[in-house]
């Protein structure tokens, strides 16, 4: 069953997904997610099961999905004004929680 996403969490998905067109493009991008797909991954997990999604992503591109958790970031910081300095020991699945726990409190 997938879950609607709330606003914060439509929010950070939008932010990855704008990584991915920016980076990819636009037929990649879309090549990716059917990719994920079928591996059982679905757009809900990327703010669901930010794990899961990430690595789904590094089956796909190996190592170099660290360059697009490192993009992720970034634009999510930048989306809700967070100091990227803050955290910058987090990966894209800590911050995707720590951001969800927030929202909650």
Do not use: W, Y
């Not at 998905?13 to 920016?22: G, I, P, R, S």
């Not at 803050?86 to 911050?95: E, G, M």
């Amino acid at each position: 069953m997938v879950l609607p996403l709330s606003e914060r969490e439509a929010e950070i998905a939008d932010c990855v997904d704008k990584v991915l067109t920016e980076v990819l493009g636009e037929f990649a991008k879309r090549a990716i997610m059917i990719t994920m797909n079928e591996k059982g991954i679905t757009p809900s997990d990327i703010v669901k099961q930010p794990d899961r999604f990430m690595d789904g992503l590094r089956s796909v591109f190996g190592s170099g999905a660290g360059v697009l958790e490192k993009a992720f970031i970034f634009e999510v910081c930048k989306r809700f004004r967070v100091d990227t300095r803050s955290v910058a020991n987090l990966s894209f699945a800590d911050l995707v929680k720590r951001m969800r726990n927030h929202s909650e409190g």
